[in-house]
Protein backbone atom coordinates (compact mmCIF):
# COMPACT_ATOMS: atom_id res chain seq x y z
CA UNK A 1 0.00 0.00 0.00
CA UNK A 2 2.96 2.17 0.65
CA UNK A 3 3.92 1.89 -3.15
CA UNK A 4 0.39 2.83 -4.23
CA UNK A 5 0.72 5.83 -2.13
CA UNK A 6 4.26 6.45 -3.50
CA UNK A 7 2.74 6.38 -7.40
CA UNK A 8 -0.01 8.96 -6.27
CA UNK A 9 2.40 11.35 -4.84
CA UNK A 10 4.56 10.78 -7.83
CA UNK A 11 1.77 11.48 -10.14
CA UNK A 12 0.22 14.00 -8.17
CA UNK A 13 4.08 15.73 -8.33
CA UNK A 14 3.94 15.59 -12.35
CA UNK A 15 0.71 17.46 -12.07
CA UNK A 16 2.67 20.28 -9.94
CA UNK A 17 4.83 20.90 -12.84
CA UNK A 18 2.31 20.66 -15.06
CA UNK A 19 0.38 24.00 -13.57
CA UNK A 20 4.23 25.63 -12.81
CA UNK A 21 4.09 25.62 -17.06
CA UNK A 22 0.91 28.10 -16.41
CA UNK A 23 2.56 29.91 -13.61
CA UNK A 24 5.54 30.87 -15.46
CA UNK A 25 4.04 31.34 -19.18
CA UNK A 26 0.59 32.68 -18.26
CA UNK A 27 -0.63 35.91 -19.99
CA UNK A 28 -2.29 37.60 -17.12
CA UNK A 29 -1.01 38.34 -13.43
CA UNK A 30 -4.39 36.55 -12.29
CA UNK A 31 -3.27 33.25 -14.17
CA UNK A 32 -0.66 33.34 -12.01
CA UNK A 33 -2.36 33.90 -8.74
CA UNK A 34 -4.80 30.67 -9.81
CA UNK A 35 -1.75 28.37 -10.36
CA UNK A 36 -0.14 29.11 -7.29
CA UNK A 37 -3.82 28.44 -5.40
CA UNK A 38 -3.79 25.08 -7.10
CA UNK A 39 0.11 24.19 -6.33
CA UNK A 40 -1.03 25.24 -2.73
CA UNK A 41 -4.26 22.70 -2.43
CA UNK A 42 -1.96 19.77 -4.18
CA UNK A 43 1.11 20.25 -1.66
CA UNK A 44 -1.21 20.51 1.09
CA UNK A 45 -2.67 16.61 -0.35
CA UNK A 46 0.99 15.78 -0.86
CA UNK A 47 2.17 16.40 2.49
CA UNK A 48 -0.25 14.32 3.94
CA UNK A 49 0.67 11.49 1.63
CA UNK A 50 4.04 11.68 2.69
CA UNK A 51 3.37 11.16 6.56
CA UNK A 52 1.26 8.17 5.30
CA UNK A 53 4.40 6.90 3.28
CA UNK A 54 6.64 7.42 6.25
CA UNK A 55 4.40 6.21 8.97
CA UNK A 56 3.95 9.64 11.00
CA UNK A 57 0.90 11.82 10.11
CA UNK A 58 0.09 12.80 13.61
CA UNK A 59 2.98 15.64 12.73
CA UNK A 60 2.49 15.98 9.12
CA UNK A 61 -0.94 16.88 9.31
CA UNK A 62 -0.73 19.89 11.14
CA UNK A 63 1.65 21.06 8.39
CA UNK A 64 -0.86 20.12 5.89
CA UNK A 65 -3.64 22.30 7.73
CA UNK A 66 -0.83 25.07 8.31
CA UNK A 67 -0.03 24.90 4.51
CA UNK A 68 -3.61 24.88 3.61
CA UNK A 69 -4.47 28.35 5.69
CA UNK A 70 -1.10 30.17 4.35
CA UNK A 71 -2.20 29.78 0.85
CA UNK A 72 -5.80 30.47 1.42
CA UNK A 73 -4.74 33.85 3.13
CA UNK A 74 -2.21 34.31 0.18
CA UNK A 75 -4.51 34.26 -2.79
CA UNK A 76 -7.28 36.12 -0.21
CA UNK A 77 -4.43 38.82 -0.05
CA UNK A 78 -3.17 38.62 -3.51
CA UNK A 79 -6.42 39.18 -5.20
CA UNK A 80 -7.39 42.11 -2.83
CA UNK A 81 -4.74 43.71 -3.71
CA UNK A 82 -5.50 43.44 -7.42
CA UNK A 83 -8.96 44.45 -7.17
CA UNK A 84 -8.24 47.55 -5.48
CA UNK A 85 -5.16 48.31 -7.78
CA UNK A 86 -7.81 48.33 -10.67
CA UNK A 87 -5.07 47.02 -12.78
CA UNK A 88 -3.37 44.35 -13.59
CA UNK A 89 -0.33 45.64 -15.60
CA UNK A 90 1.37 43.44 -18.05
CA UNK A 91 -2.39 41.29 -18.62
CA UNK A 92 -4.17 44.39 -19.53
CA UNK A 93 -2.11 46.08 -21.61
CA UNK A 94 -2.05 42.97 -23.42
CA UNK A 95 -5.92 41.64 -22.59
CA UNK A 96 -6.03 45.32 -24.49
CA UNK A 97 -4.40 45.04 -27.28
CA UNK A 98 -6.08 41.64 -27.94
CA UNK A 99 -9.54 43.30 -28.07
CA UNK A 100 -8.40 45.97 -30.45
CA UNK A 101 -7.79 43.20 -33.22
CA UNK B 1 -10.12 -4.17 7.40
CA UNK B 2 -10.08 -4.66 3.49
CA UNK B 3 -13.14 -2.89 2.84
CA UNK B 4 -11.40 0.10 4.21
CA UNK B 5 -8.64 -0.65 2.04
CA UNK B 6 -10.76 -1.00 -1.25
CA UNK B 7 -12.89 2.24 -0.12
CA UNK B 8 -9.28 3.80 0.65
CA UNK B 9 -8.31 3.15 -3.19
CA UNK B 10 -11.77 4.33 -5.27
CA UNK B 11 -11.81 7.46 -2.85
CA UNK B 12 -8.03 7.99 -4.05
CA UNK B 13 -8.43 7.41 -7.43
CA UNK B 14 -11.34 9.08 -7.63
CA UNK B 15 -9.75 12.58 -6.16
CA UNK B 16 -6.89 11.84 -8.64
CA UNK B 17 -8.89 12.10 -11.70
CA UNK B 18 -10.48 15.02 -10.52
CA UNK B 19 -6.78 16.34 -9.99
CA UNK B 20 -5.96 15.85 -13.61
CA UNK B 21 -9.01 17.39 -15.11
CA UNK B 22 -8.88 20.58 -13.00
CA UNK B 23 -4.81 20.58 -14.35
CA UNK B 24 -5.42 19.82 -18.35
CA UNK B 25 -8.90 22.50 -17.81
CA UNK B 26 -5.89 24.75 -16.44
CA UNK B 27 -3.55 24.22 -19.04
CA UNK B 28 -6.11 24.06 -22.09
CA UNK B 29 -8.93 26.52 -21.54
CA UNK B 30 -8.29 29.89 -23.50
CA UNK B 31 -9.33 32.61 -20.94
CA UNK B 32 -9.14 33.37 -17.60
CA UNK B 33 -12.41 32.73 -16.14
CA UNK B 34 -12.25 29.29 -18.41
CA UNK B 35 -9.36 28.51 -16.11
CA UNK B 36 -11.19 29.46 -13.02
CA UNK B 37 -14.13 26.95 -13.61
CA UNK B 38 -11.89 24.38 -14.32
CA UNK B 39 -9.96 24.94 -10.98
CA UNK B 40 -12.74 25.80 -8.87
CA UNK B 41 -14.50 22.75 -9.03
CA UNK B 42 -12.28 20.49 -9.58
CA UNK B 43 -9.66 21.06 -7.57
CA UNK B 44 -12.25 21.59 -4.69
CA UNK B 45 -14.02 18.07 -5.81
CA UNK B 46 -10.26 16.40 -6.07
CA UNK B 47 -8.86 17.79 -2.75
CA UNK B 48 -11.99 16.43 -0.82
CA UNK B 49 -11.73 13.13 -2.19
CA UNK B 50 -8.79 12.47 -2.31
CA UNK B 51 -8.31 13.72 1.78
CA UNK B 52 -10.92 11.60 2.26
CA UNK B 53 -9.45 8.83 0.95
CA UNK B 54 -6.76 9.07 3.31
CA UNK B 55 -8.33 9.82 6.11
CA UNK B 56 -10.75 6.40 5.58
CA UNK B 57 -7.44 4.70 5.26
CA UNK B 58 -5.63 5.59 8.22
CA UNK B 59 -8.26 3.41 10.05
CA UNK B 60 -6.90 0.45 8.73
CA UNK B 61 -5.22 -0.36 12.03
CA UNK B 62 -8.14 -0.42 14.27
CA UNK B 63 -10.24 2.46 15.78
CA UNK B 64 -7.77 3.26 18.55
CA UNK B 65 -8.32 6.91 20.16
CA UNK B 66 -5.07 8.83 18.58
CA UNK B 67 -5.86 7.29 15.41
CA UNK B 68 -9.60 8.15 15.51
CA UNK B 69 -8.13 11.78 16.18
CA UNK B 70 -5.64 11.93 13.13
CA UNK B 71 -8.76 11.22 10.78
CA UNK B 72 -10.92 13.38 12.15
CA UNK B 73 -8.04 16.22 11.59
CA UNK B 74 -7.60 15.22 7.75
CA UNK B 75 -11.50 16.15 7.86
CA UNK B 76 -10.66 19.22 8.97
CA UNK B 77 -8.40 19.57 6.34
CA UNK B 78 -10.80 18.58 3.67
CA UNK B 79 -13.30 20.95 5.04
CA UNK B 80 -11.03 23.63 5.40
CA UNK B 81 -10.75 23.49 1.63
CA UNK B 82 -13.90 22.56 0.54
CA UNK B 83 -14.99 26.03 2.23
CA UNK B 84 -12.02 27.95 1.13
CA UNK B 85 -11.47 27.37 -2.16
CA UNK B 86 -14.72 28.76 -3.51
CA UNK B 87 -13.85 32.07 -1.50
CA UNK B 88 -10.76 32.32 -3.52
CA UNK B 89 -12.27 31.34 -6.56
CA UNK B 90 -14.53 34.07 -5.73
CA UNK B 91 -12.39 36.92 -4.62
CA UNK B 92 -10.07 35.91 -7.58
CA UNK B 93 -13.10 36.42 -10.25
CA UNK B 94 -14.30 39.26 -8.47
CA UNK B 95 -10.65 40.93 -9.00
CA UNK B 96 -10.72 40.44 -12.91
CA UNK B 97 -14.06 41.58 -13.27
CA UNK B 98 -12.97 44.94 -11.60
CA UNK B 99 -9.95 45.22 -13.05
CA UNK B 100 -11.73 44.87 -16.45
CA UNK B 101 -10.38 41.56 -18.03
CA UNK B 102 -12.44 40.73 -21.32
CA UNK B 103 -14.35 38.18 -21.47
CA UNK B 104 -13.18 35.47 -24.32
CA UNK B 105 -15.79 35.17 -27.10
CA UNK B 106 -15.33 32.85 -30.09
CA UNK B 107 -14.12 34.99 -33.35
CA UNK B 108 -14.73 34.77 -36.58
Not at chain 1, 68 to 90: D, E, G, V
Not at chain 2, 51 to 57: I, K, Q, R, S, W
Not at chain 2, 60 to 81: C, E, N, P, Q, Y
Amino acid sequence: MELFFLIITLILSFLVLLCLYRGVFGPTVLDRIISVGVIGTKTSVILVLIGLIYGKVDMFVDLALVYALLNFIATLAASKFFRYRKSIMPGAQYLREKGDK
Amino acid sequence: MIIITILAVILVLGGLFFFTTATIGLLRLPDFYCRMHATGKGDTLGALLLLMGLAVYNLHHGFALGTIFVSIKIMFIAMFTFLANPTATHAITKAGLDCGVEIWTKEE
